[in-house]
């Protein structure tokens, strides 16, 4: 379980192909703290350390995650959000992330507004439903409140603070980032489908 916070901002350092795809990343987190088959928000994707070393970590990723996610078009430097799994007694700074990404949105436009600037994505196939807005919304592994939505996607503002210190100062019309619903939204959708 994460909070959609993220705690730090590393890069793919090397990707191999055996059987599943490893991904190995550089990092700013003590991996001394890391135990291995600990769970890392990477992006979005909740993964599995499966080997580590000073300054680097390595997850293993299948091909059902490839096909799902954005990870299938990573390369050797493509930046990465990172968050470790909430501990009990953490602060709950986001909303509740699963690490579970239902598919891929993408951007159609970004603007100025004040210091922030605006993003708008298409939602994928199927999950705009979910979308509401003054709700909250995990894109790349990043909690965000939904600030309107349309019939053709819906808006959240970045921070100048969450701009450089995750994904988002690098993303442009066009991007591709994992998306994750809301869960509560996905539980009142599935109670609500039975009534």
């Known amino acids: 379980m994460f909070t959609g916070i993220v705690t730090d901002l590393g890069r793919v350092r090397a990707i191999s192909k055996d059987g599943d795809t490893r991904f190995d990343f550089d990092t700013g987190y003590d991996t001394g703290e890391i135990a291995i088959g600990a769970s890392i928000a990477c992006s ?102 939904v600030n309107e939505v349309d019939e053709t996607g819906f808006g959240v503002n970045i921070i100048p603070h969450t701009r450089r210190h995750t994904t988002f ?5 066009g991007d591709r980032v994992n998306f994750e619903v809301d869960t509560i939204a996905r539980y009142v959708d599935r109670l609500t489908a039975r009534s």
């Open 169 to 173: 100062g690098r993303l442009a019309e």
């Open 44 to 145: 979005g994707p909740c993964l599995t350390v499966v080997d580590k070393g000073p300054g680097r970590f390595t997850v293993q990723a299948s091909a059902e995650t490839l096909a799902r996610t954005t990870l299938g078009s990573w390369t050797v430097g493509t930046p990465v959000n990172f968050e470790r799994s909430l501990r009990i007694g953490d602060e709950l700074g986001g909303h509740i992330v699963s690490g579970h990404v239902d598919g891929v949105a993408i951007v159609l436009e970004t603007r100025a507004e004040g210091d922030s600037t605006r993003f708008v994505f298409a939602a994928p196939e199927g999950f705009a439903r979910y979308v509401a807005p003054k709700g909250s919304i995990a894109l790349d592994g990043v909690s965000l409140t």
